[in-house]
C-alpha cells in the first residue's frame, strides 16, 4: 500500500470534488446550532419559510426516530437554503463526502493514509460506479492535461 502526504491527498481531493473538509465531524448538536444561526439570519419569509417549516418537520421526524445521517443531510440543505445556495442531487452528493483518518490527530510532516467517505446518504442515484483519476504533483509544478 503506497501512503501519501496529509497535503497531497488534500490537493487532489479538493480539485475533484467541490466541498471536502479535513477535520473532525461536526455532531449533530453543532449542526443544529448552525442551522438555527443561519435560518434566524436569513429572516425567511413568504416561500422560504415554507420550505424551513417543511424542513423543520423532516428534521422533528429525524430526531424522533434518531436517523443521524439523516439529520446531517437535512441540516446541511437548510443551511443551504438560508444562504441561498442552489440545493440539489450534485451539491447534496459532494456535500456528503468527508476525509476520514485512522487516527484523530495526524502528524502534517509524516505520511497518513486517508480514505473518502459519507457521512449521510445522498438522494443521488449512480447508474454506474464511480471512478476517479487522481494526479499527485509537487509543490510548485503545473498541471498537464
Do not use: C
Amino acid at each position: 500500500m503506497v501512503r501519501i502526504s496529509k497535503f497531497w491527498v488534500l490537493l487532489v481531493l479538493l480539485s475533484s470534488v467541490q466541498l471536502v473538509h479535513a477535520q473532525a465531524r461536526d455532531t449533530i448538536a453543532i449542526m443544529r446550532t448552525r442551522y438555527n444561526t443561519f435560518k434566524t439570519q436569513a429572516k425567511p419569509a413568504g416561500d422560504t419559510k415554507a420550505k424551513f417549516d417543511a424542513l423543520d418537520a423532516d428534521i422533528a421526524r429525524a430526531a424522533r426516530l434518531g436517523r443521524t445521517g439523516e439529520l446531517r443531510r437535512l441540516y446541511t440543505q437548510g443551511i443551504a437554503l438560508a444562504q441561498n445556495r442552489p440545493w440539489n442531487a450534485d451539491v447534496e452528493f459532494a456535500s456528503s463526502l468527508a476525509l476520514k483518518t485512522e487516527h484523530t490527530f495526524v502528524d502534517p510532516a509524516a505520511p497518513a493514509p486517508f480514505r473518502l467517505a459519507q457521512i449521510y446518504t445522498p438522494s443521488l442515484e449512480l447508474s454506474e460506479p464511480l471512478s476517479m483519476r487522481v494526479t499527485l504533483q509537487k509543490p510548485g509544478a503545473t498541471a498537464r492535461n
